[in-house]
């Protein structure tokens, strides 16, 4: 079992920042790919970006490329995820997922452990 505790969320003004923490516990050795999801009110839960666990490759979802980025500190058991230039339409709980099948997928079914969320609310 993965344990997933995610921190950092918050209120913030659009264009400001935020940094998102995720800390991993229990069976890490397990965890080949790790990934942020959010879910607005209302709507479905939906991709953000995603890190290899011990390798470099990346991917993002085309609504937050270029103003997030995704790593992680494998000795801390760590994701993190910095996000700047925030909109109001970035509103949203945010949850660290992981995932013990081989290669970055963007399907929320496709992860085996989640977070409990973290709320991010951005004004305008």
């Known amino acids: 079992q993965v344990h997933l505790v995610e921190s950092g969320g918050g209120l913030v003004q659009a264009g400001g920042s935020l940094r998102l923490s995720c800390a991993a516990s229990?069976?890490?050795?397990?965890?080949?790919?790790m990934a942020w999801f959010r879910q607005a009110p209302g709507k479905e839960r939906e991709f953000g970006a995603a890190?290899?666990?011990?390798?470099?490759?990346?991917h993002y979802a085309e609504s937050v490329k270029g103003r997030f980025t995704i790593s992680r500190d494998n000795a801390k058991f760590t994701l993190y995820l910095q996000m700047n230039s925030l909109k109001p339409e970035d509103t949203a709980v945010y949850y660290c997922?992981?995932?013990?099948?081989?290669?970055?997928?963007?399907?929320?079914?496709?992860?085996?452990?989640w977070g409990q969320g973290t709320q991010v609310t951005v004004s305008s």
């Open positions: 997922a992981a995932r013990t099948g081989i290669g970055i997928n963007h399907n929320a079914w496709a992860y085996d452990y």
């Open positions: 229990g069976t890490t050795f397990s965890i080949n790919t």
């Open positions: 890190i290899v666990w011990l390798g470099s490759t990346t």
